[in-house]
């Protein structure tokens, strides 16, 4: 099923993102996150794409969304971005999904990193959606910003710049994390303005951990309000207290944009299916209105 479909049958559209194994891990291991997520019944669950030959991450996005479309039966999409692949990879890569029956594809520009040349068949993520998009087998998704990429210089460019993603064939987005609701609301409206109509996902992910959180957000240029900067501050150093707190946080977040109406969840789940179960629990019923 392409995933644009999923919306506007009136609930909540809710989705999790996995990560491939390190490199010096098997495949295999992604199982054990896929048996807990299988649990909360997400409508899909989405697999990133490393840095090519960058980072320890094994390079396995292919077979991880084959192995969630066709062995777990759940709607998976696979991550796919400029700087990690030419032309010529990207087709291999869509010709493994489409054999697959991987039917969703999220097209990224991805991270830039300074000890690995990015390849450059394609310079943005719109060139990419493109280049899905005309093949015609694939649902086309791509990433948005609340609070703005980091490299916009405005707000106003960056939604400019994500209408060209949508204008080029993206049929449905998923936002990065943000902790404050206000920021994705303003967002939304600047969306409609710009006359971008697709289905736009919120992304969350709870706080559990100081250093992962401080190092996502210098990444990613998330604001903390004030609420989130407090709790970590007093329950920064004692990680039990963090995670209930940072949990807490995450699913009063989550019932806030539910009572808004936002098209859809996705749960940065960092492979930690109890953190998504925990969550998923808290909010069954809200699901279910
Ligand atoms: P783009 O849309 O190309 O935007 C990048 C910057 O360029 C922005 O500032 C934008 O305003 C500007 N811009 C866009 N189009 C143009 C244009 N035509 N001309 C000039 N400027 C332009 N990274 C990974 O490596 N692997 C992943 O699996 C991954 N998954 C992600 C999933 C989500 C939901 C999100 C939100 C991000 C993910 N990322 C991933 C990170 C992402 O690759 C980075 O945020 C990257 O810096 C931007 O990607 P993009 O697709 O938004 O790029």
């Known amino acids: 099923m392409k995933i644009a479909q999923l919306f506007g049958k009136g609930k909540t559209v809710f989705s999790c993102e996995v990560f491939p194994p390190k490199k010096t891990s098997p495949v295999d291991s992604i199982y054990k996150t896929l048996d807990g997520l299988k649990d909360i019944h997400p409508d899909f669950i989405s697999v990133t794409f490393g840095a090519g030959g960058s980072s320890n991450v094994n390079q396995s996005t292919a077979e991880i969304a084959s ?10 999409m696979a991550h796919l971005t400029c700087v990690g692949c030419t032309k010529g990879e990207a087709t291999e890569i869509l010709a493994q999904l489409k054999n697959s029956g991987v039917e969703n594809v999220l097209a990224l520009r991805g991270d830039r990193n300074p000890d690995f040349p990015p390849k450059e068949d394609f310079l943005h993520a719109n060139e990419l959606v493109s280049f899905i998009h005309r093949r015609g087998d694939f649902g086309v998704s791509a990433a948005c910003y609340p609070e703005g990429h980091p490299e916009s210089p405005d ?31 303003r967002f939304l409206e600047r969306c409609r303005i710009a006359g971008i109509e697709v289905p736009i996902e919120a992304g969350i992910m709870p706080v559990l951990n100081r250093s992962s959180i401080e190092r996502m957000v210098s990444l990613c240029g998330a604001s903390m309000p004030r609420k989130l900067t407090r709790i970590l501050a007093r329950y920064g150093d004692h990680p039990a207290a963090l995670r209930e707190a940072g949990m807490a946080y995450a699913i009063d ?3 806030d944009l539910m009572a808004a109406g936002v098209d859809g969840i996705h749960l940065y789940t960092m492979n930690n299916p109890a953190v998504a179960k925990q969550i998923s629990a808290s909010i069954a019923s809200i699901r279910n209105v």
Not at 67 to 76: E, K, P, R, S
Not at 156 to 179: C, E
């Open 67 to 76: 192995i969630i479309q066709n062995q777990y039966h759940i709607t998976a």
């Open 155 to 185: 707000l106003i460019t960056d939604v400019r710049y994500l209408k060209q993603k949508v204008d080029a064939g993206a049929q449905h987005l998923v936002s990065q994390l943000f902790f404050d609701n206000d920021d994705f609301f």
């Open 253 to 255: 977040q989550i019932a």
